[in-house]
């Protein structure tokens, strides 16, 4: 066997997992067992396709790509699929398609309701996880670059707006309730980005471009497993609906 066929095939063997801290997706709970959403999906999938030991990894959201292409990881959590992203690495099927939210404080003192009205309170500041969708989208839709403020996890951007150093932080909206229903925070609330603004958006397992043999065996697992009893049920556990589950069916 020539060592391409076996890094090929290494997958069989380990399977490396990158995810990040980020409920209900991915976390860490009290015991020191990950779980969450995505990554009980994605155990539950690579046993389908015969992926051998399942080895989680932490990691910042910066860094999952560049480990993808330099064989840090083999697959990461579900992240938005993007042109700019697919030209660097593979997708699976879809696995979830969510709309954005905004991470605010209680009683939302600034009247927040979007990107729009982020744009449009010239005072406003926001945060943003280095090279998420949201930071590109919050200057698309016209929230100025000197007016957002980049971390490199989901910690420290909620924990910014609690201390009042952004006025919101944009991420996925049902990450924001994760979020707080892993730790409570009465300082804390979120507001949902009107559909109209920012429609529903896929995302997706992540692969490098030279593991085309474990994204089709995970393709073809998901096609087995997505909408099934199980996976409703899996979903159902971390908050989400049935048609949520539909949209990527």
């Known amino acids: 066997m020539t060592m391409a066929l076996r890094e090929a095939t290494a997958w069989r063997d380990r399977l490396i997992f ?22 009980e999906l994605a155990q539950a999938v690579l046993a389908m396709a015969g992926a051998g030991t399942f080895a989680p990894v932490e990691a910042e959201f910066a860094q999952l790509l560049g480990g993808l292409r330099d064989g840090r990881w083999l697959m990461t959590t579900g992240l938005f699929v993007t042109d700019e992203r697919r030209a660097r690495v593979d997708f699976s099927r879809p696995i ?3 709309h954005d939210g905004l991470l605010v404080r209680a009683g939302n003192p600034r009247g927040l309701a979007g990107y729009g009205s982020l744009a449009r309170d ?5 945060g943003a996880i280095v090279e998420q969708v ?17 971390f490199a996890t989901q910690d420290e951007a909620a ?3 609690a201390s009042g150093r952004v006025d919101a932080y944009a991420s996925v909206a049902s990450a924001h309730r994760g979020y707080l229903a ?27 471009k030279e593991s085309r043999g474990l994204r089709n065996a995970i393709d073809g697992a998901l096609a087995a497993y997505l909408g099934s009893p199980a996976h409703r ?4 556990r971390y908050g989400f609906g049935a048609a949520e589950v539909d949209r990527v069916l």
């Open 233 to 236: 049920a899996l979903m159902a």
């Open 182 to 208: 892993n730790g409570p925070d009465a300082r804390l609330a979120v507001v949902d980005v009107p559909v109209a603004e920012q429609p529903p958006a896929y995302g997706a397992f992540a692969f490098a």
């Open 18 to 39: 990158a995810y990040l801290q980020e409920p209900p997706f991915c976390f860490r709970d009290g015991a020191g067992a990950v779980r969450g959403c995505d990554v």
């Open 96 to 98: 979830w398609a969510l």
């Open 122 to 126: 010239r005072s406003a500041v926001l």
């Open 159 to 161: 924990g910014a707006v």
């Open 134 to 150: 949201q930071h590109a989208t919050a200057l698309r839709l016209g929230v100025p670059a000197d007016r957002i403020r980049l």
